[in-house]
């Protein structure tokens, strides 16, 4: 950990995760966190679902729920950034406290429930950022919405013009119920009104932008079936595994784990990646996958590639590593080509897939 990561992380850790992650917003408004990109390099560029990825990691969908630093997060050395989750409406979440380190475990729990300022700021803040940045919008759903479905076709309504690929997020635990939009006849339903949408604005604006789908790592083999099926059977264009999980398993901090909500950070690492091999044989190789969960340097980050992910994504474990995590991710994974003799980072993708593919859930 860099002298900057270490001193920063003393400082956040003063204050509760809530206050402290607000902090960091802040500092990355006003610039107090240096840019800190990698150097470039051709063996780590991505085109996936027609976009021009400059690097694989991503920061993930959860850190700017309102958009307002993604152009700051790209600057660390990320290739993209994901703001959100956003909702037609402004909602508060859940009762605070409900953001809990679990420290001995380099882990988050969260049951935060989408809180957010609501499309319409969202959208104000992302018609000023760069055209050529590479920001995905999150969206989900109102926790009182009469019409979820439609909260979806809202946001892609919404951001179409300022979004450079969206994520349907079904898979937050956080949000009562919304985990059933991955049951087969609703994900059907789902996709149908969303990809309608996305059909009717890319004839209105000559540009189509690409949809994923953000899945849970809670699913039992017969759900990963059903979510696979679905997904091939719409336009989709790709696969986000995974959100949080629900499961405590190993877990160290056996006070903290007791908190209802969502677990991510390492210990997410090893089930989102075997969920993530087991999509990976169930779509085939051309339907692109980004690979979130535990990810915390070079070689997790390679590891969901050879699982089978095209990109990958972080967030927890940047509260612990701290602002130059990602610039080293990058920096290590063009090490990691030197030391394979591969002329791209894709070559690795889906090399140990049966590996991971094989192991229970």
């Known amino acids: ?49 027609g976009l021009n990825f400059p690097n694989p990691l991503g920061m993930a969908a959860g850190y700017d729920k309102n958009a307002e630093v993604p152009e700051a997060l790209i600057r660390l050395g990320f290739g ?70 439609a909260d979806y076709v809202a946001g892609i309504r919404t951001f179409y013009d300022v979004a450079r690929y969206f994520t349907a997020n079904i898979s937050s635990p956080n949000t009562p119920g919304l985990r059933d939009l991955q049951a087969k006849e609703s994900l059907h339903a789902l996709l149908s009104s969303v990809l309608t949408a996305r059909a009717e604005e890319a004839t209105r604006s000559g540009r189509q932008v690409p949809v994923f789908l953000k899945i849970a790592p809670d699913l039992t083999e017969e759900g990963l079936d059903d979510i696979a099926e679905v997904a091939l059977a719409h336009p989709l ?16 901090d056996t006070r903290q784990a007791g908190e209802a909500g969502g677990l991510s950070g390492k210990p997410l690492f090893e089930k989102s990646t075997v969920v993530l091999a087991k999509m990976r044989r169930r779509v085939g190789d051309d339907l692109p996958i980004i690979g979130v969960g535990g990810v915390s340097d070079a070689e997790t980050a390679a590891e969901k590639i050879r699982a089978g992910a095209n990109l990958v994504q972080l967030y927890s474990c940047m509260v612990y590593a701290g602002p130059t995590l990602p610039g080293a991710i990058v920096s290590g994974l063009s090490r990691l080509c030197d030391r394979e003799q591969v002329s791209s980072i894709s070559a690795l993708r889906g090399s140990r897939m049966a590996h991971w593919a094989d192991r229970n859930i």
């Open 1 to 49: 950990m860099s002298l900057l990561s270490s001193l920063g992380r003393k400082g956040l850790f003063l204050f509760d995760p809530e206050t402290a992650h607000g902090l960091s917003i802040a500092a990355l408004k006003t610039g107090i966190v240096p840019a800190c990109p990698a150097k470039a390099d051709p063996r780590l560029a991505q085109t996936v679902a």
């Open 80 to 149: 993209f950034a994901e703001v959100g989750t956003l909702t037609p409406r402004a909602q508060d979440g859940n009762p605070k406290p409900r953001i809990f380190r679990l420290v001995a475990d380099d882990a988050v729990i969260n049951r935060l429930g989408f809180n957010n300022a609501g499309h319409a700021a969202a959208l104000e803040r992302l018609k000023r950022c760069r055209r050529d940045a590479l920001i995905g919008v999150n969206i989900g759903a109102n926790k009182d919405s009469a019409d979820r479905i």
């Open 237 to 252: 264009d790709g696969l986000i595994v995974s959100n949080t999980t629900l499961s405590r398993e190993g877990l160290r």
